[in-house]
Each structure stands twice: as structure tokens, then as C-alpha cells.
């Protein structure tokens, strides 16, 4: 844990610390099996719906933005009534991602329970296995994040929230849903987004 006395090199240590055991913790409880089974639901998806709110919401916005370069309508939801209409418009060959570190999330619980009554699969990524979410998810992943490690809002949460959301990405995009306009993306984004590189 940290503590008032700590120094500042004492508080970066901890901070790196706390997101590597994160990250090997939720590793080591990782059905692997699993995991391939959402990768290939969300391969054979039309359209995946990433929901969350405050800091999981920004994990959800990131997602998204990886998935666009796929062969996949993907989109994120923060706002409570935005997830639920997607929610209503959820189908068959739809995934809805829920993210929420407490995993009581009243507007992504809802969200996901509607979803998947109306037939999508619902994924859903908490830190608590027996939560809300886990009970309206068809497929649920838990993070390991220590609580008492480190005093701040679920710091290492949200590293390993996009670690499960890296690793997802990279399995679908290896089962045949990455594009030509990816290349066309980068090469955009070059152009337009980037000052030239300066020649050392």
C-alpha cells in the first residue's frame, strides 16, 4: 500500500508494481478456453457495442477505436440511455462488452441484461466474480486487482481491462477481420495527424 511517507520514487515503483501483479494475476485466473470462444463471437459479429461508465466508459471508448480497424461496426456507449437504446436495437449477430470494475454498474448491468434477452452475447469485464454483471453476461472475465495494494480508483483495473481488450483484438483480427483500409487508416493518420520526422 502506499503511504504518506513514501517518496516520490517509492510511489512510481509502487504504481509499476501494482499494474505488473495486476497484470499476472488476472493472467494466471484467465480461461484461456474461454477466451477464444468471445474472440471468435466477436469475429462472427456485425456489430460490437463496448458500454461502460466513468473510467470504464474511457476503457470502452479505447476499445472501440481498436476494433473500428477491423471488418466490424463497433462503437462505444457511456451514457446510460445511449447503452440502453443500443441495447433495445441488440440482435442474434450483435455483441454487447460490458466494463465495470465493481461490476454494479446499474446502467451496464441493464444494458447487458437487455441486450442478451434480446438474443446478442453479452461479454462482461469486472474485478468481482460474484457481481451484477457476471449474472447478465454469457461469457464473463474477471480482472485481479488488489484492492488494498494501492489507494487510488482502481489504477491497475483499468490496465488489465485493456490488456483482456489487446489480446481480444489481436485473436479477431487473426481470424480474417482486418482490412485493406487499415493500411489506408495508417497512411491517413501519417498525413494528417502527424508532424513530419525530423531527420537526425
Not at 456489430?47 to 466490424?72: E, K, N, P, T, Y
Not at 463497433?74 to 466494463?99: F, N, P, T, W
Amino acid at each position: 500500500a502506499i503511504t504518506p511517507d513514501d517518496s516520490g520514487r517509492t510511489v512510481t515503483r509502487k504504481v509499476f508494481a501494482g499494474n505488473i501483479q495486476c497484470l499476472q494475476d488476472t493472467l494466471k485466473i484467465l480461461d484461456i478456453e474461454t477466451f477464444v470462444r468471445a474472440a471468435r463471437a466477436m469475429s462472427k459479429a456485425e456489430r460490437i457495442v463496448f458500454v461502460g461508465i466513468g473510467s470504464s466508459g474511457s476503457v470502452a471508448q479505447d476499445a472501440a477505436l481498436r476494433f473500428m480497424h477491423l471488418d466490424i461496426q463497433a462503437e462505444a456507449c457511456m451514457d446510460s440511455y445511449h447503452m440502453l437504446v443500443r441495447a433495445m436495437q441488440a440482435g442474434k449477430k450483435q455483441v454487447m462488452v460490458g466494463i465495470s470494475h465493481s461490476g454494479r454498474s446499474l446502467a451496464t448491468v441493464q444494458a447487458l441484461a437487455l441486450a442478451r434477452d434480446n438474443g446478442a452475447t453479452t461479454v462482461g469485464i469486472s474485478n468481482y466474480v460474484k457481481s451484477p454483471l457476471r449474472n447478465v453476461s454469457r461469457i464473463f472475465f474477471c480482472t485481479a486487482f488488489r484492492e488494498s495494494s494501492v489507494k487510488a480508483a482502481a489504477l491497475s483495473s483499468a490496465v488489465a481491462q485493456m490488456c483482456l481488450i489487446d489480446a481480444l483484438y489481436v485473436l479477431v483480427a487473426r481470424q480474417g477481420r482486418v482490412t485493406p483500409k487499415v493500411e489506408k487508416v495508417n497512411a491517413i493518420v501519417e498525413q494528417y495527424c502527424r508532424s513530419p520526422a525530423h531527420k537526425r
